[in-house]
């Protein structure tokens, strides 16, 4: 079974509740996430007549902002929170 995409309507309805003010960025790559900066929104039709938006980014080379903070990644269920590593007696000189 398919998703439900989301719609125009549906972004509106979450932006609607952000700072109008903030800056657009998109995530992308779960595997590896970046953010990216928006720069450009488009309306076309696919290949079967829908019409559809697509947020794109820019061309410039500094689009690309670098990895995405790791909370943001954690609330997008891309990455799991990170745990610190269990503590453990530390070594002396002697070995032991």
Not at 61 to 86: F, K, N, R
């Amino acid at each position: 079974m398919k998703d439900k995409e989301m719609t125009v309507g549906d972004l509106i309805d979450l932006l609607a509740a952000c700072d109008r003010s903030a800056p657009v960025r998109q995530a992308m790559n779960p595997f590896f996430p970046m953010a990216h900066r928006l720069e450009r929104v488009v309306q076309c039709t696919d290949e079967a007549g829908q019409t559809v938006v697509y947020l794109a980014e820019g061309r410039d080379a500094d689009t690309q902002l670098g990895h995405l903070p790791p909370e943001v990644a954690v609330l997008l269920a891309w990455q799991s929170p990170a745990q610190p590593p269990p503590s453990r007696p530390r070594r002396t000189a002697g070995g032991k």
